[in-house]
C-alpha cells in the first residue's frame, strides 16, 4: 500500500543548471524524495525536454547563457503551462526576481540554495497539485 501511495506522489521535476554540481545535488537530493528528475545544462535542451514530457514541476537557473536564455522561462511556461516553473537566481537585484515571475516564474528560489528549504517548498507544491487533481 505505501508503493501505491509513494507512486501516486511521485513528481516529475525537470531541472536546468549549468553548473554539474549543482546539477548532481539537485538530482541526488529531489531523488531521495522519491520524485523523478530529468536534468539539462543547456536551455536548448530544456526546450527539448519540455516540448517531449510533462513535468510537474520546473526549476530553471537564471543566470544560464546561451541564444534564447533570456526568453527560457517563457518558453517553458508555454511548453509547461500545468507545470509550477520555479526561477533560481544568485543573490541579486530586486528587478532580476521581478524579471523572473514577470517571464513566466511562478515561484522564485535564490542561490545559494537552502537544500532543506527547497525540499520543503518541492513538497509544497506537491500536495498543491495532488489537492487539485485528485
Known sequence: MDAMVINR???????????????????????????????????????????????????AQMEISGPIASRLLTYLKRLQPEASIVAMTGLGPESAIREALKSGADYHVAKPIAMESLKDFISHLGRERFKHTG
Open 9 to 59: 506522489n511521485l513528481l516529475s521535476i525537470l531541472v536546468v543548471d549549468q553548473d554539474k554540481d549543482m546539477l548532481d545535488l539537485l538530482e541526488d537530493e529531489i531523488t531521495d524524495m522519491g520524485h523523478r528528475v530529468t536534468r539539462v545544462s543547456e536551455e536548448l535542451n530544456a526546450i527539448v525536454k519540455a516540448s517531449e514530457e510533462r513535468f510537474d514541476i520546473v526549476i
